[in-house]
């Protein structure tokens, strides 16, 4: 009644014969102005799909009246 499929409990045991291997690179994005203008953009490049953002560093203040600025590294496929 319970008996293992033919390859194995846990699937085929052979591997892939090929799998494509990707070049990646890291991305550096930082944005510059308000606070609610970079909250806003945070907000749109996660609507987009392209990063979260839980994945930006804090705002943090440049000097500057009313200025702040957010970090990201992004890891990008380059083909």
């Known amino acids: ?19 494509p291997e990707y070049r990646y690179e890291i991305v550096h994005h930082t ?3 308000s606070l609610i203008a970079i909250r806003n953009t945070i907000k749109l490049l996660h609507k987009l799909n392209y990063a ?3 994945d930006w560093s804090k705002p943090l203040p440049t000097g500057r009246p009313n200025e702040m600025m957010a ?3 992004k890891r990008v496929r380059v083909d």
């Open 1 to 19: 009644m319970f008996q293992n499929p033919p390859n194995g409990p846990h699937g085929p045991t052979n591997p892939p014969e090929f799998l």
């Open 71 to 73: 970090i990201l590294a």
């Open 52 to 54: 979260d953002p839980n």
């Open 31 to 33: 944005l510059f102005g």
